[in-house]
């Protein structure tokens, strides 16, 4: 297996593009409002944007948390990755699907050359109870400090800085803090109130779900919407704006500038995000 970089290896390789800009590409509609050609600096797609959305790649970072979509233990994502050409960040939490085999997980991560795994739930490099997959793979491949923790650090805090994420797109902005980045364009994340009033840029249906997955998933999103619950992202929407808060905070505290291009994004209520008008 080849090694897999860390992500202190991914920020000291970086060094040299300090104060660089940083675009972060979620995947809503309002992705049309970019210009492609206007995008200058470091490009991070977060969740299946570099799949949904190539038009705005070639990504240098592929940010992804969660046990469905990209897996590079499964043949066909491993070829959207490769394909791609981007570097994945994969998190911890990843294999915890109770059919994930080791022996697909070790061969497949070892076929990538551009690989990082990084954890984001073990706070204090402590085990989950009972423990997880991801805290045997926390074990292997990372066996440091989680990002929450890597971020708090750059402010001299030996803390979290935020929770475990409820969207992808909160590791995405961490990142291009990490990097130095400045400023940073969040594109793409609008985040409101109910999945069900979430439009996807161009195709609404996701086209690396199995059949059972959208018959599930439409089914709790069919449910939900009956109840009447807020589910995005897992949870209320209020811890993920919380979170984006905490972050905001700490790019505030290092000078760096933090723009929304969606108009329509729950970010703009984040007292220092500035809307940027693409």
């Given amino acids: 297996m080849e090694r897999i970089q860390t992500l202190n290896e991914i920020i000291k390789d970086n060094e040299k593009n300090f104060n660089a800009p940083a675009w972060i590409f979620g995947s809503s509609s309002n992705l049309k409002l970019v210009d492609k ?49 981007s570097h994945l960040l994969i998190s911890t939490m990843a ?21 990082t795994v990084f954890d984001s739930k073990h706070f204090n490099n402590t085990a989950c109870s009972p423990e997880s997959n991801c805290c045997k793979l926390n074990r292997i491949f990372v066996n440091n400090l989680s990002i929450q923790e890597m971020l708090n650090l750059k402010i001299g805090k030996k803390s979290n800085a935020y929770s475990t994420g409820s969207t992808v797109a ?24 109910f999945e069900k009033d979430y439009r996807y840029y161009h195709d609404f249906y996701q086209p690396h779900l199995s059949m059972v997955q959208m018959v599930k998933r439409y089914l709790q999103m069919f449910f939900n919407k009956k109840l009447g619950k807020s589910v995005f992202g897992g949870i209320d929407s209020i811890e993920i704006i919380n979170d984006f808060s905490k972050i905001g905070q700490i790019a ?8 929304v291009g969606s108009p329509e994004s729950q970010l703009l209520k984040i007292n220092g995000f500035k809307f940027l008008k693409v």
């Avoid at 915890?96 to 551009?114: F, I, M, P, R, T």
């Avoid at 590791?171 to 109130?193: E, F, K, R, S, T």
């Avoid at 505030?252 to 723009?259: A, E, K, N």
Wanted: with cysteine.
């Fill in 170 to 193: 909160l590791h995405g902005l961490a990142l291009a803090i990490l990097l130095n980045c400045n400023p940073i364009y969040i594109m793409g994340v609008d985040l409101p109130q």
């Fill in 252 to 259: 505030d505290q290092l000078g760096i500038s933090v723009f």
């Fill in 37 to 85: 050609n206007s995008i200058k600096g470091i490009r991070i797609g977060v969740g299946d944007t570099p799949r949904r959305a190539p038009v705005f790649g070639p990504y240098d970072f592929w940010v992804t948390a969660n046990t469905i979509y990209p897996l590079p233990w499964v043949k066909k994502h491993r070829k959207h990755i490769m394909r791609s050409g």
């Fill in 95 to 115: 294999v915890n699907n109770n059919d994930v085999s080791w022996y697909s997980v070790n061969e497949s991560l070892g076929k990538l050359n551009k690989l």
